[in-house]
């Protein structure tokens, strides 16, 4: 091999270690940008599912607190009704005679 030969030997060497070195480099920035986004979203998504979770079992609380108060209200007023027609039939039955 002659000089020049080598010479360019050498270069093209050179040219594709420093290209290989950058697109290292470059893929290593990329890589790191998309882990980091990929744990920022994670952990945001996690966040949310946990909010979710969170305004459910209030949610749930509530409704079941309600219907509770619900509940105790519907017993009022049956055992109100109820009282109201046994009054009713004795009177009816001491009226009506």
Do not use: G, P
């Not at 950058?22 to 986004?37: G, H, K, P, S, W």
């Not at 619900?70 to 005679?97: F, G």
């Amino acid at each position: 091999m002659d000089n020049t030969e080598q010479y360019w030997t050498l270069e093209l060497e050179k040219s594709i270690k420093r290209i290989r070195h950058d697109f290292e480099v470059f893929y290593a920035t990329i890589y790191r940008e998309l882990n980091a986004y990929y744990e920022s979203k994670t952990e945001e998504v996690t966040r949310e599912v946990e909010q979710t979770s969170h305004y459910h079992r209030l949610e749930l609380e509530e409704f079941v607190t309600t219907q509770q108060t619900l509940q105790v209200e519907y017993e009022k007023v049956q055992h109100t009704l109820t009282y109201e027609r046994e009054i009713q039939t004795k009177l009816e039955s001491t009226y009506c005679k």
